[in-house]
């Protein structure tokens, strides 16, 4: 091992900062070989005694948008090295998805965890795997679109855990290139959730509202209940809006408004359906998971895409502006 003034920070998986090595020299009582030693027969949990700490490291890994196959090589390598692979579904439905190919894919064994367990336990499960040894956590589309595992990240870090994030592909880029309207264009997303108690949420129809102000467009998720296997359509989304609209009278979303609905993302058949919202209502969309988008103001080259691409009718060329 090299004398102190070479000796690296990270040694035998232990984080050491160098003025705690520096204090272990040749002349010293014990060779710092056998203090670290001593420190890698103790617990894999975390351990902190002066400057010395043992940290595992959490991966958040993107699954895609569709089934195992759109997960990247990088993403694969990092589960198949990890020690535990653990993954959520609730945040998104991937349609094409096998769980039994996915393990064989990684060659690990993959252990689901709820939104309880992200949420009201504050991924308790997940953090105790990634103090003892590298850790991945598989998440549908891009890792970190979700909230909830951001949150996650921030928990590990202050508990001095390494994360590291591989990205893979998102319904926000998907739906924008499916759609054909340009990505700098979009104002604030929103979610419609399923009704509570016959209450219907106001803030999707004011969010669109504040982009349709601004010439912005307007993505919408559906909401997803994964527990209960169910996933709003683009029908149930509209008829929400409707629902306010009705109340408000602002014609922010009426049934002559444009709008474009998005059926499956990321398969190898997407439908993409451009039209007013009474249309819309009778379009058969097929199975979930669905998004909607209200355009704002359009660029020609936007209104030729909606009419190629999702078959808009000729009358969306009255929003270019």
Known sequence: MAGPAGIEPVTYGLRVRRSALLSYGPSADKPILHILNQFIKLSLLKIRVGEVSYLGELVFVGLGLCSEKDMSLLGVEEAKKAETVFAELYTSLMPELDLAKLEKLLKKRVSFVSRRDLEDDCGKRILEAAEKGNTVLLVPGDPLIATTHVELRIRAEGQGIKTRVVHAASIVSAVMGLSGLQNYKYGRSVTIPFTNFNVVADT????????????LHTLCFLD???EEKRYMTVKEGLQALLSVERQRCRRVVTSDTMAVGVARAGS????????????????????????????GRLHFMEAEALITLAKAPESVKRMVK
């Open 204 to 215: 999707p129809y004011n969010v669109i509202e504040e982009n349709k102000k601004r010439g």
């Open 224 to 226: 997803i209940k994964a």
């Open 268 to 295: 190898n058949e997407p439908v993409v359906k451009a039209n007013i919202v009474n249309e819309l209502l009778k379009f058969d969309f097929g199975a979930p998971p669905h998004s909607l988008v209200f355009p």
